[in-house]
């Protein structure tokens, strides 16, 4: 028999018994929008949670430290002047940055220091504090960094600022009451770094050096927003003045990498690797992982609530097709007797019960849909109230449906069908001829 | 011979009873005869027929037809045989009653894969034969019983059988429809298909040219009654 004729005859055989095989399909639609309804809640659910992860940092960075060992001591440059750094620290060199760039994965390696001293700033008459971070690149591009304005490169005399960086500038001489000055537009403008060293004798020293911004940064909604970017040399320069004495990375160590890598994907193992290494390495990406484990496990449990009711259309259908392979009987032998094969015959009654699955599949995908977008304007209209109550960005889905998520759904149902009519099926096409014909 | 059967033998278990329906019958049926089988209700008259056709298996014996022995056939060899070779004719007529006269008769032709348009064609062009072109598009409910057994016949000559097998196809008629319904069967056979047909009815001995009585699952003399009716 071909398979066209097959379709055909298959739906022919559906429409003659409207009224059943609707009431059957009908089981199968509300199994299929159970399981798309709450399937789609999980993943709405989740792509919140990943919304308002926005922000926690680039996901292919990892940041690594080095391992102070059991000592507890974290202080950089440690106060023992040079007495070896303790026997357990494992300190980045710089052959262990080699060693990082040649793990399978890695992008970059970023070696980056904060300025340990005092610090303040000022411009014109305003006076501001930031976090100076001096890092080992010459384009912030490599962190997956963007200009708003200027430029994203790095050079001796110039800084690059975060988004946020405008704001911690305030007028010291503002009186009460006085309307503060609006944030300073920072690009172009060439600001005071000063210094601080505090000596023994408790006296400070004090160093000012001159930068002209060439680059305001795209806000990232993390650290880069409040940071001042130099070169690390620059920063290392006056880390070595603060502490007085000259800095050997091969003996003291870097303070922070960031690692980067290729893809998110390997973010993980790369960690991994580099905590084996005897690091400790840092990635928002476990968190994330976390998170989308979570979610995974809610939407196997909600997809299973969704199966039994699946389950339970499976049931309607085989009851359904037994009963028609009942009242068909004779049908089923007078097919043979024009010479249907038991395989055409099976096929016909498995083509009819995974006919009703796609059937029910479809109208459950249509109502599914449909039961989601409803969910997602009431549940975003009531959301929206709350967020605004408390703050935060407002959620932008409740209920999200996947492409691939109403196919799955469709071709599941057929399978459920089929299955279901597997027995059914099987029964029709073994049936001697003539005891079928002769069926009353 | 186009049909031979040796020592055929059917036998139905009922529980503890055991029915023997036919008993180690030897038929011959000549290519292009027009037999017909005869008997008292319970004599195995259609059981017969049912071997024949592929529609059962024999509990012991040789069914030969048309070259092929086909009691040893496997169940895909049967739909094969039934859908080449044999064709159908059953006392209630057997139509798909959502299907249309047209739809019927080209039905068997689905499972021979044939193109629908040429189902189409040879369907209407066996309508026309039986005489039941202006009625194609009508479904077996509106045809009178007669008008449904042409439709029947002309399903059965569809895939070109050799053997036609007729189990009381006159049973439900009137005697016009009847008469009507056997001259069509005794036209196809001059035109030389094989027809093998179950009746209870005597008067129709003179389509026949080889006539079997059976009784009790053997096959008998014919008795002086019959005998006489056939000169
Ligand atoms: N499926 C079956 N199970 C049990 N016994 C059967 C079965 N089919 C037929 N028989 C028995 O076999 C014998 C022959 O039956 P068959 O139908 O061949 O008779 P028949 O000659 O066609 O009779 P009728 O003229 O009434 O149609 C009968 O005794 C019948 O009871
Ligand atoms: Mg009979």
């Known amino acids: ?440 | 011979m186009l049909v031979q059967t040796t020592a055929l033998s059917k036998r139905f278990k009922m529980g503890e009873v055991v029915v023997t329906a036919l008993d180690a019958v030897d038929l011959g049926v000549a290519a292009n005869a027009f037999c017909l089988i005869l008997g008292p209700s319970g004599s195995g008259k259609s059981t017969l027929l049912h071997l024949l056709g592929g529609l059962d298996r024999a509990t012991s014996g040789g069914i030969r037809v048309a070259e092929e022995n086909i009691d040893t056939l496997d169940e895909n060899g049967l739909a094969r045989f039934r859908r080449t070779q044999v064709g159908f004719v059953f006392q209630s007529y057997n139509l798909i009653s959502s299907m249309t006269a047209l739809e019927n008769v080209a039905f068997p032709m689905q499972f021979a894969a044939i193109p629908a348009r040429q189902r189409k064609d040879r369907a209407l062009e066996l309508l026309t034969r039986v005489g039941m072109s202006d009625r194609a598009h009508h479904k077996p409910g509106e045809l009178s019983g007669g008008q449904q057994q042409r439709v029947a016949v002309a399903r059965a000559l569809v895939n070109q059988p050799r053997l036609i097998l007729a189990d009381e196809p006159t049973g439900n008629l009137d005697t016009a429809s009847g008469e009507s319904i056997m001259e069509l069967l005794g036209q196809l056979q001059r035109e030389g298909a094989t027809v093998v047909m179950v009746t209870h009815d005597t008067r129709l001995l003179k389509f026949a040219t080889q006539q079997v009585h059976l009784l009790d699952g053997k096959i008998v003399p014919p008795p002086e009654s019959a005998a006489l009716n056939q000169e």
């Open chain 1, 1 to 440: 028999m071909k398979f066209l004729d097959l379709v055909r005859l298959v739906f022919e055989n559906l429409g003659r018994r409207k009224a059943r095989v609707g009431l059957t399909a009908f089981g199968v639609v509300i199994g299929t929008s159970a399981v798309l309804v709450l399937v789609s809640l999980a993943i709405g659910l989740q792509r919140n949670a990943n919304e308002q992860l926005y922000g926690i940092g680039d996901l292919t960075q990892i940041q690594v430290y080095p391992n102070y060992g059991s000592e507890g001591d974290i202080r950089p440059y440690g106060g023992g002047g040079g007495g070896g750094g303790g026997s357990t620290a494992t300190l980045i060199t710089n052959q262990t940055l080699k060693d990082f760039a040649a793990i399978p994965g890695v992008a970059a390696v970023v070696p980056r220091d904060y300025f340990n001293g005092g610090l303040m700033m000022q411009m014109d008459r305003l006076e501001g504090y930031g976090s100076v971070i001096g890092i080992g690149l010459t384009n912030l591009t490599d962190l997956g960094l963007t200009a708003r304005v200027g430029t994203t490169e790095i050079t001796k005399t110039t800084v690059v600022v975060g988004s946020q960086v405008a704001l911690n500038f305030y007028d010291p001489r503002l009186r009460p009451g006085q309307e503060p000055p609006a944030p300073p537009d920072l690009m172009g403008q060439t600001i005071r770094i000063v210094l601080i060293r505090w000596n023994q004798d408790g006296t400070e020293t004090r160093k000012t050096i001159q930068a002209r911004v060439v680059g305001v940064l795209e806000e990232s909604r993390g650290e880069a927003d409040w940071s001042i970017y130099l070169p690390l040399e620059e920063v290392t320069k006056w880390n070595e003045w603060a502490l007085g004495r000259r800095i050997n990375r091969d003996k003291d160590g870097y303070n922070q990498v960031i690692v980067k890598a290729a893809d998110p994907r390997a973010t993980l193992d790369i960690t991994n690797i580099i905590v084996e290494m005897g690091y400790q390495a840092y990635t928002p990406q476990s968190f994330v992982e976390g998170i989308n484990s979570f979610y995974l496990i809610l939407q196997i449990i909600f997809g299973g609530v969704g199966a039994i009711a699946l389950f339970v259309a499976a049931i309607g259908i085989a009851n359904t097709m037994t009963m028609a392979i009942l009242e068909r009987t004779r049908e089923i032998g007078l097919m043979k007797a024009i010479g249907a094969t038991n395989r055409d015959v099976m096929s016909i009654f498995l083509g009819e019960a995974a006919g009703i699955g796609l059937v029910g599949g479809l109208g459950g995908v249509l109502f599914g849909w449909t039961a989601g977008q409803i969910i997602n304007v009431l549940a975003l209209a009531y959301l929206a109230g709350q967020s605004a109550s408390q703050g935060g960005p407002p959620p932008s889905v409740a209920v999200y449906t996947p492409a691939w998520l109403p196919i799955f759904v469709v071709v599941f149902a057929t399978l459920i069908g089929l299955l279901s009519g597997l027995y059914p099926a099987l029964r029709a096409a073994t049936l001697v001829p003539i005891q079928a014909l002769k069926y009353e």
